[in-house]
């Protein structure tokens, strides 16, 4: 395949082995590097595998991000949408404000409420709880994708159960599937850096583990483009392909590039920020090749990177595009390019235009919807 083609040899060689197996955490660092024609051929070679073990069909959801408050205890130094308690623009939505946003979100088709927030200073598992009997009271049938590894961390800490007690509760009152935020890199060193006050790696893998174990799947997500080093990355994209193969319970990877402009970090004068174009297709392009079809689904996110790469960024590797999103705050404040709401026609013509199939989806990948668009 490609013996033809003006790449290095070690190139070649990883991509030909790639096409039957995981490429190693090796070969992963080697590839995460390359330029020029080698990057055309890792490239294409991601896409190759994507039409082999997903098709043609490019999925995403009718959903609804229902940010619940602005307010957190824990200030990361990437983050621009939280608040103190007491500031001027701060916010916590009331009841009537949340099932408003909801029956909004439900009259315009939404399968799924992303119920997502800052760390409320007194926040605890029944508090949670309170919000997902809420919304399943009056929407049942409406998934509910909600909180993250970190802010069940904080809430099980105030109500003094263990993790595994905190899953059981919330999905007793729920919770179908939690997003595997808090992630951002998965190494000290950065974590040091832009979220000291977040849990640790090694917390962070239990608390998704025991999510799993609960039987509540979650995304995957990595957040690059700060503070870490490229090898980073990669470590990262280990650990989850570990975990992975450990619970099964990831149902999609999430590359997230970070938006720098209104950050906190980048406010204080760190200015080598952001990932560059290349580095988002390599990284999407390599995780195909690490996860093959341990975790068939990658997701860009084109709140983050705007409606046109995410097209481009479909050609490397990725089948998923995410959810038309009704909202996404956090996005908002850090300056999505393309705002933060989309339709099915928008999300549908980005697909054909590229000559593939767009398929409505539900929260776990487990049901499909065909799209008359």
Known sequence: MFDKLPISLKTQKILEKALDEQISYEDANYLINVNGSDLFALIATADYLRKEIVGDNVTFINNCNINFTNVCTVRCGF??????????????LTDEEILEKASQAVKNGAREFCLMGGVLPDADIEYYEDLLKLLKSEFPK???HGFSPTMIYDAALKSEMNIDDSFK????????????????ILT??????????KVSVSKWIDIVKESHNNGIPSSATIMYGHVEKIQERVEHLDILRKI?????????????????????????GERNLGATGTQDLKLYAVSRLMFRDLIPNIQVSWVKM??????????????????TL??????????APDGVDASIEQL????????????????????FYPIDY
């Open 306 to 323: 705007g409606f046109r790469f995410a097209q481009v960024s479909l050609t490397a590797g990725t089948n998923d595009l995410g959810g």
């Open 142 to 144: 409406v998934a509910i």
């Open 348 to 367: 549908s013509n980005i697909v054909k235009d590229l000559g593939r199939v767009p398929i409505e989806r539900n929260s776990k990948y487990t049901e």
């Open 169 to 184: 509760a919330l999905k007793k009152a729920g919770l179908d599937t939690l997003p595997g935020t808090a992630a951002e």
């Open 326 to 335: 009704g909202g996404d705050e956090l996005s908002q404040a850090s300056g």
């Open 188 to 197: 000290d060193r950065s974590r040091n850096l832009i979220c000291p006050s």
């Open 244 to 268: 992975q193969e450990e619970t099964k319970g990831f149902t999609e990877l999430i590359p997230m590039t970070f938006m720098h402009e209104y950050s906190p970090i980048y406010n204080a």
């Open 79 to 92: 983050c621009a949408f939280a608040r103190d308690l007491g500031d001027d623009d701060a916010y916590i």
